[in-house]
Structures are given as C-alpha cells and as structure tokens.
C-alpha cells in the first residue's frame, strides 16, 4: 500500500462506507472488523462492521480497505510553514542552537514575501503525503498573506511576535499586520495570537498575547524551555540570548531578570491554563513539571528538531505519568528533515522506550487536536467529527497488543493511503 494524495474515488454527496480490518481512534480500544460510515466532510457513524452496515441507508457506497487499520489523521501541533523555504539550507544535525540560530538569522534577510509563500506551499505539500489532517503552523506574517491561501491542509494559524523591547502584542506585530490578524481572527476561529518565547518577547508582550487569546477563547502558544540559553538569560540576564538581543537592538534596559525557570516565570505573568500550549519543554524540573500539569497545560514535543539542535532530551515520560495532554509536532523544515509525523512518533518509540504505543499513537491524534483547541473535529473517528481518515496497512500485525506500534512503523514505511480525505473549500 503506497501514500496517496487523493482519497479513493467516491461519487461525491452519497453516504460511503469504508469498512477495514481494525477501527482505531474511537477512544477506547480498537475495534476488529470494523466500519465508518461518511458523507462528505462528516463522520455519521462508527463501530462493527457488521452494526454499521446493518444500519445503513439505501445508496451507501462500500469500499473495503482489506487488512488495514483505519484511524483518524494526524495532527501535527507545531510547525513552522514558511520556514520550509530554508529546506536543505542549513546542515543538520547543527552543533547547537546557537550555530543554529546563527544560521537562521543570517538567512532570513535574504527571504522575500514570494520566497516565504513558495516555502508555505511546499510545506502544506509534505502534510498532504504524510496524511496529515490538521496542523498548528506558526508564522512571523507571510501565512496571513492572501497568496498564502491555496493550501490544502486544515491548520490553526498561530501569529507570532517577536519584540523584547515592545509593551504589547499590537506594538510587537505593527499596526498593519495586528490589524490583519484581528480582521483574520473576527472570521475564522483557526486565526489567533502566539508568542515566540520568554527571551525574544518582553512580559507585558507575552501577557498581552495572552490576554488577546484568552479573550477571544482561542489556544496561545510560546516555545518554552528549549535550550539552556533560555534558562540562563531568565536567571542572569547574560548570555547568548542577551548577546541576539543586543545583536538586533531589541534590549530593554528596564527589564530584570526574573531568577527562575521559564515556566515559573509564565506562572508569575498569568499566562498558564489549558489553553497555553508549551512547544519543546526540553529543561524541565520535576517541580516545572508539577507546575504545568496542575494548570493543565498541554505540551508539545518535537524530538527530531531538538535532536537536530543538539538541545537535550525532553521528559516525555514525565508529562504522561503526570495525565498532561500530549501532543507531537515537526518543526520546521529549517530544523527537521520533513514534515512526516509518522517518521516523529518513530523517532520516539525508539528514543523512549517505556512509552506504550498506543500513548505515542494518541499523541499524533487527539492529542493535537485537543492541544489546538480543535477536539471537536478533529482527533478521534466519531459521529459529527471531520472525515479525515487514513488506510494504514496491518497485513502482518499478530493482533490487537501490538497494533498501535504496527500502525506507526507500517505508516513510517509509507504503507497507508488516504481512506477519506474530504475537499476542505
């Protein structure tokens, strides 16, 4: 079975029937021979096979994936789009961040509007072939650009800011592009508002940020903890963030650093709930662990990018005993070799191996989705949720035990296909 951009052919406004050998992401265990019953862009039922087809009305076309599982797309919670025009750029894996970072800065500059939205393109190109159904893409403007438009895959847009030395997210982002992200965000709920990290934006930005997501019911977002640059600069104010600082003239002389841990110091600004997604979390205490899980923040891991960046190892294990919501997602193309959340979910099956499969497998599905705000939709095959479904072949699996690994490595293979992939227009 091969990746395929295209769904099945079906004709289009009449209900179809894809029937598979397992059913998976119905949250609760996989269910053998089982069905999913859509009609467009919508799941109307799920269960046995034989439940389904008994209850299904005249006209239904039935399509049979033979020995595959079908389960939800995947969501990849954090991705940078526009970044993907640095794709190859930059060699990998970097000796640090900081060589790293050099080499991002030193790049940016020569990215034009038409270059960034030609990175865009190609990166919503790999989420199509890695059966991708839903990702959070974080962009500093160009993914707000019309041109921008004419990608295919369901995203939430995080705009980001960038400004040590601004006082709120309307000064960060500039009159005209805050004027776009609220006219953006006034007639699409999958528009909202970010902030980069704890050393590239001041508090009242971060806190502003916030307080514009929070208003607005939508999920935040802030790269926390990645590096041990970050956690110096909060306890010292010196070091290579101070120096990047300074490099770009963005320094507040009233700033003091704060002496503590990044996430400490998101508790102190008020910016910690359920709906402030932390990205990376790589230097993480056991009591910022605590911390993050008593405001029942979600987490995002990425770790190929910190692999890559040379950063350290995030505790995946920890936020899973601790119940966190927990979510997988690429990065960039500038830090990571593709898009391919099934080549993630491998990564960390091999890197942490007291983590069940069928965790990991969550964390490619609702557990992005929730992390997004968009659990409603997307993450589980259930009735009233989009249609977005994936054939992964389980030809070879011995059972239900070791299916949810089955279906990671068979679809890091390339063995799957889209079972149902509805227009998004």
Request: proline share 7%.
């Amino acid at each position: 079975m091969s990746c395929a951009i295209k769904p099945l052919e079906t004709t289009p406004d009449l209900p179809v029937l894809h029937r598979a050998a397992w059913l998976v992401g119905m949250n609760g265990p996989a269910v053998e021979n089982g069905a999913v019953l859509v009609k467009g862009k919508i799941i109307l039922a799920a269960g046995s096979y034989p439940s389904i087809a008994s209850r299904c009305p005249a006209g239904v076309q039935h399509v049979d994936h033979g020995a595959a599982a079908i389960m939800p797309g995947l969501v990849n919670a954090h991705t940078h789009l526009e970044l993907s025009a640095l794709h190859g750029e930059i060699p990998l894996p970097a000796p640090s961040f900081r060589a790293w970072l050099d080499q991002i800065l030193s790049r940016r500059t020569t990215l034009t509007p038409a270059i960034l939205i030609r990175g865009i393109l190609e990166g919503d190109a790999q989420l199509q072939i890695s059966g991708t159904a839903l990702a959070g893409d974080v962009t500093n403007g160009a993914r707000l650009a019309p041109e921008a438009a004419g990608t295919k895959t369901p995203r939430h847009i995080f705009l980001e800011p960038l400004g040590f030395d601004r006082q709120s997210l309307e000064s960060a982002l500039g009159p005209d592009l805050f004027g776009a992200l609220c006219e953006a965000a006034g007639r699409d709920l999958s528009i909202g508002a970010a902030a980069h990290s704890c050393y590239s934006n001041s508090p009242a930005v971060i806190s502003s940020a916030k307080a514009w997501s929070r208003g607005r019911n939508r999920p935040f977002s802030i790269h926390l903890a990645e590096h041990t640059d970050e956690i110096e600069f909060l306890m010292t104010g010196k070091g290579f963030c101070r120096d990047i600082l300074e490099r770009l003239g963005r320094t507040d002389a009233d700033w003091t650093p704060p002496g503590v841990s990044p996430i400490r110091y998101l508790e102190r600004l008020g910016v910690l709930d359920s709906q402030t997604l932390l990205v990376h979390a790589v230097h993480m205490t056991a009591s910022d662990w605590e911390i993050a899980a008593k405001r029942r923040c979600p987490v995002c891991f990425c770790p190929r990018s910190n692999w890559n960046l040379n950063v350290g190892r995030a505790d995946v294990e920890r936020a899973v005993q601790l119940g966190m919501t927990a979510a997988l997602g690429t990065d960039s193309l500038a830090s990571n070799a593709d898009l391919n959340l099934f080549e993630e979910a491998s990564f960390l099956l091999d890197c942490y191996p007291n983590l069940r499969p069928e965790t990991v497998l969550a964390m490619l599905t609702m557990g992005g989705a929730t992390a997004l705000g968009q659990s409603h939709l997307y993450g589980s095959i259930e009735p009233g949720k989009r249609s977005f479904l994936l054939a992964v072949d389980t030809a070879n699996s011995p059972g239900p035990t070791q299916l949810a690994e089955i279906i990671i490595r068979q679809g890091r293979k390339g063995g799957w296909q889209w079972a149902n992939c509805p227009k998004t227009g």
